[in-house]
């Protein structure tokens, strides 16, 4: 606004102005903004991120690296040709980068994460209307455009530390013979960059929870149907729960703020859908694994979900004109 | 008679720890007192260059409203239009304090709430010039005199806001003279049963409050959740009783009379110290005063010679009237503390800078905390977008305008400011409905 | 193979067939009667949309005329040939046309006028004014935030660099949408013959709006002194101009010492030098 430097005598008082600002209420603000969120989730994947490095070697910085790249290339592009300021951009291509590398196998090439994240961010969120328009969850987008479109270089499982090719803990048990618990639990079973390691997962996962980043409703919902349906379906709900990207998903993706339902509780009922549909593909399907997919297929339902779980007025608040 | 829990609110968190005491002021050189009531204004009964002594009365109301008095003995330097909270220049008596503190004979006082007769008591109300606060300032003698029954009187004690501590902090120091005016205020209304509603923050307070009460007192304390904005007489009620109080509406339809502590504690002082109500306790806070704290203030006094007293650090580019949620950012320090001013706070930067506005992110927070079960997120889209009929459809008009939603939205979103405009604009498009010419004109 | 492709044919078609019946019988059952008039009166109409009859656009004042529940001169867009056209249309008198256009009834420029606070916000005018009623000193003058400029829907304003509107009078059509949004009732609706306009709505005395504005009415009355026409009269600290009166001699504009008063030829400001 512009303001002029004027005095005027009151009262004999000269008074310099205008110092003051006036703006609505209100004048104080809760400490989550959104460079908090971001920064904390940031800092929630960083744990994860440092496990994979371990398990997996460098490689796994590469794939982040190369997939934060693409990430704000996209925001780059969609903000020059859209003629607007690129401010608060770092946060969010970071997130949608570093969980779509952590989705990602550890022998990929890395023009698969660029491309993957690029696609991701321009198609799902850019094209929506940028940040907090979008739809589907970018960095699932780009794993699903990754996984249809290159479906070889997608396989590129390693063994951790020895990094020799090995088949997914979840294809193991679904052909008969999967690890044990507790390998599963430490993590050192191939796997996606960032789905092995449980208590990585866990600790960013309650890092989350803990300063209410993410809502505790979609995580309960999403694994304890997982656990539900591993219970049923297959006598073995742990190991549902820590092969695969279960966790990952659950702690990371589900509780993305933008994509899921406003509500409390349709964000629960995102929850179960999610596990429920991502059930129904391991099962059922013929791929292994269906997070990003059931996440997609979730993303989907959201504008229904919020219909229905939409708070109404008491009846009875009548206003008065 | 089922206690309703809030929806929403935000908690916003009150330091813990002992309330800081009552900090008397030195009587500041200027005063500007405000002729304005609502709806109506004072006569003067001052000039310019007219000596006053504290306690002595400088307006008279034509109507219904109360008279003021000077907070301290001085010359009166003008009698003019001045700036007032709203930002309406409304008439106001400037004075001078000549430090003298020459004060009134005080009136006689009563040695038990109970000795004078309802209409005593509403008398002394009226003479001692005490607004209700709570009731946006009009006269207390008219709140005592109810037009409808009224079955409960309740004592707000419940601040939920953070920095305010204006209210609490009388309960805690002054208890007394609060509770002689509550019993001298249930006794004029007549009301068979009262309330205290504290907060949970106070309930170290429930002990000490109880041991001034007797069985005469059918008055009980209770509890609520410290949860903003459950303060606000809409929820307090809802949570008290179960009622169902519509926004905007005044207490007195559904039978009761909500009081807060300030107008409390001036009634109790006016009835047993004959004193008029001339200064009231303002919590002054924020980052731009030194020696933030709960100060005893006379009324008039200008806002710059408040943060001065204070310890004025910094440059304050903020200077809010009110509570950091329910109040409003003043664009001038030349305006002067009155009856409902519960806090001033002064900031040396904007929040509005801190957490600037950027895309809503439709996370829901502003859903999760709204007390009137609203959908801010859609509210405000519609506000912005100008489709008031939509922005009316979803509930525009059902807003508290407490600011949980725009407290809480990360992205720093101007959610309560778009809902009042289109609350503006909705009721400005029905009053221009209202008044225009029959839009249907029968051709001849 | 062929067999195949003829009996896809001859599905296809056979559905589109059935469909087309559904549809025929659908739009019988679903049809919505209406006086062929309205949409004949909507296309005559300028189709500005903009609501200021009081209906809801040029097709709900249509079907208010074909029903006979209004006026053609309720339309205060449409020029004399249309409302002539309008009329004979439907068989009433035309009505007699009253050009308007709106002007801005502020001199309080970002120059002249004190700006008490700086503003962080909606840029609203109304939601400005609702905070204290706004930053500028002057409860009653221009904010400056352009909500009428955003809600003219003939785009004939324009938000000038002096941080007052402009109102191009050739354009303006006089809906009086301006008109309502201002919160502080500056924008007018006055004929565009009228000679003089004085451009202060403040009912403050002279020493108050000296104190936040160089450029308001003080209610010095020297032009209803210097008036010979007794056409301008000082009434509740602000100056009023009768227009039937006023026959833009101009001496009172010369003599104010505030230069609150301007002559308007129309198209452009005549702004004195600042």
């Known amino acids: ?321 | 008679m089922r206690r309703r829990r809030m929806p929403g609110g935000v908690r916003t968190g009150e330091p813990p720890g002992p309330l800081g005491p009552i900090l008397s002021l030195a009587d500041p050189k200027r005063l500007i007192l405000a002729c304005a009531q609502p709806g109506h204004q004072l006569n003067p009964l001052v000039k310019k260059r007219e000596r006053v002594v504290g306690g002595q009365r400088l307006a008279e109301p034509n109507g219904e409203g109360f008279p003021i008095y000077a907070p301290c003995a001085g010359t009166v330097t003008d009698v003019a239009p001045a700036l007032s909270s709203t930002g309406d220049f409304v008439l106001a008596i400037f004075l001078e304090n000549d430090g003298s503190g020459e004060t009134a004979p005080a009136l006689p006082g009563w040695d038990d709430p109970t000795d004078p007769t309802p209409e005593a008591i509403r008398l002394r109300a009226l003479e001692a010039g005490i607004p209700d606060v709570a009731r946006g300032g009009i006269a207390l003698a008219r709140s005592l005199a109810p037009t409808t029954p009224i079955q409960t009187v309740v004592l707000n004690g419940c601040t939920t806001e953070p920095l305010v501590q204006a209210e609490r902090v009388l309960l805690h120091h002054e208890w007394e003279t609060v509770l002689f005016g509550f019993r001298a205020a249930i006794r004029a209304i007549g009301a068979p049963e009262a309330i205290v509603a504290l907060s949970v923050a106070d309930r170290p307070l429930v002990g000490t409050l109880s041991q001034s009460l007797t069985e005469r007192d059918a008055i009980t304390i209770e509890i609520l959740p410290d949860r903003y904005p459950q303060g606000l007489e809409r929820y307090l009620l809802a949570a008290l009783r179960g009622v169902d109080l519509p926004v905007g509406e005044d207490p007195a339809t559904v039978g009761f009379a909500v009081f807060d502590v300030t107008t409390m504690h001036a009634l109790g002082r006016a009835l047993r110290d004959g004193q008029p109500f001339t200064h009231r306790v303002v919590t002054v806070a924020g980052d731009g005063v030194a020696r933030p704290g709960n100060y005893r203030v006379p009324l008039g006094m200008p806002l710059g010679a408040l943060m001065e007293a204070a310890g004025r650090q910094g440059t304050i580019r903020q200077l809010v009237w009110g509570g950091p949620l329910s109040g409003t950012a003043v664009a001038s320090e030349e305006i002067g503390v009155c009856a409902n001013t519960r806090a001033v706070l002064a900031y040396q930067q904007p929040v509005s800078f801190e957490v600037p506005t950027t895309d809503c992110i439709r996370c829901g927070r502003c859903i999760d905390v709204c007390p009137e079960r609203l959908s801010p997120i859609y509210l405000a889209r519609y506000a912005e977008h100008k489709r008031w009929d939509e922005a009316e459809a979803e509930g525009a008009l059902l807003c508290s305008s407490c600011g949980a939603c725009s407290y809480v939205c990360p992205t720093g979103r101007p959610l309560v400011q778009s809902i009042q405009l289109a609350r503006y604009e909705i009721l400005r498009q029905r009053e221009a409905e209202r008044a225009s010419q029959p839009k249907e004109v029968a051709v001849p | 193979m062929v067999s195949s492709m003829v009996t896809a044919g001859a599905v296809m078609g056979v559905i589109g067939v059935l469909f087309s019946i559904g549809l025929f019988y659908a739009a019988r059952a679903f049809h919505v009667e209406e006086d062929e008039r309205v949409e004949l009166l909507t296309n005559m109409l300028p189709g500005a949309n903009c609501g200021a009859c009081g209906f809801s656009g040029c097709s709900g004042l249509a079907q208010a005329l074909a029903a006979g529940r209004a006026q053609p001169t309720q339309c205060s867009v449409a020029n004399s040939e249309q409302l002539a056209k309008i009329a004979e249309f439907l068989g009433v008198e035309a009505g007699p046309v009253e050009r308007q256009v709106a002007r801005v009834m502020c001199g309080g420029t970002s120059a002249k006028a004190t700006q008490l606070a700086g503003y962080v916000g909606l840029e609203d005018c109304r939601a400005a004014h609702l905070i204290a009623s706004g930053p500028k000193g002057c409860t009653y003058g221009c904010l400056g935030l352009g909500t009428c400029v955003q809600e003219c829907p003939f785009d004939a304003m324009v938000l000038g660099p002096d941080g007052l509107p402009v109102v191009d009078e050739s354009v303006c059509t006089g809906c009086g949408i301006c008109v309502q949004v201002c919160p502080r009732g500056i924008m007018q609706l006055v004929s565009p013959e009228a000679p003089l306009t004085v451009r202060c709505v403040s009912p403050m005395a002279g020493k108050q709006v000296r104190a936040v504005c160089q450029a308001g009415c003080i209610a010095c009355k020297i032009c209803e002194r210097v008036c010979d026409q007794d056409a301008i009269h000082v009434i509740d600290n602000l100056a009023r101009v009768n227009e039937e009166l006023c026959n833009g001699c101009g001496a009172c504009v010369e003599k104010c010492p505030t230069h609150c008063l301007e002559l308007t030829d129309g198209q452009v400001r005549v702004l004195e030098a600042v």
């Open chain 1, 1 to 321: 606004m512009s303001t002029q430097t004027t005095t005027a005598a009151q009262d004999g008082v000269a008074t310099q102005g205008p110092t003051l600002i006036i703006g609505p209420a209100p004048y104080v603000h809760a400490p989550l903004t959104r460079q908090a969120i971001l920064a904390v989730f940031i800092t929630a994947v960083v744990p994860v991120l440092g496990v994979a490095t371990y398990f997996f070697g460098w490689r796994a910085l590469g794939v982040a690296v190369a997939a934060v790249a693409g990430a704000y290339g996209a925001e780059v592009v969609a903000h020059w040709a859209r003629q607007r300021s690129l401010f608060g951009s770092p946060g969010p291509a970071l997130v949608t980068g570093l969980v779509l590398a952590l989705a990602l196998p550890p022998a990929v090439p890395l023009w698969i994460p660029f491309i993957g994240a690029f696609f991701g961010v321009l198609v799902a969120q850019e094209l929506f209307g940028g940040y907090g328009y979008q739809i589907f969850h970018p960095a699932m987008v780009g794993w699903v455009f990754l996984v249809i479109s290159f479906p070889s270089f997608m396989e590129g499982w390693l063994e951790p530390f020895e990094l020799v090719t090995a088949a997914t803990p979840l294809s193991q048990i679904r052909a008969g013979a999967g690890p044990d618990l507790w390998t599963l639990f430490a993590g050192t079973t191939a796997g996606a960059l960032g789905e092995t390691s449980v208590p990585a997962i866990l600790l960013g996962g309650l890092l989350l929870l803990v300063t209410r980043v993410a809502d505790w409703r979609p995580v309960v919902g999403m694994l304890g149907t997982v656990a539900l349906m591993g219970w049923a379906f297959t006598g073995n709900p742990l190991a549902e729960l820590m092969a695969g990207a279960a966790l990952f998903g659950a702690f990371f993706v589900a509780t993305d703020p933008v994509t899921t339902p406003l509500t409390r509780w349709g964000r629960f009922l995102f929850g179960v859908g999610v596990g429920l549909v991502m059930m129904v593909i391991r099962l059922w399907a013929s791929r292994p694994e269906g997070v990003a997919f059931a996440i997609l297929f979730m993303n989907s339902l959201v504008p229904l979900v919020n219909l229905l779980t939409r708070p109404r007025p008491k009846k009875g608040a009548t206003a008065g004109a």
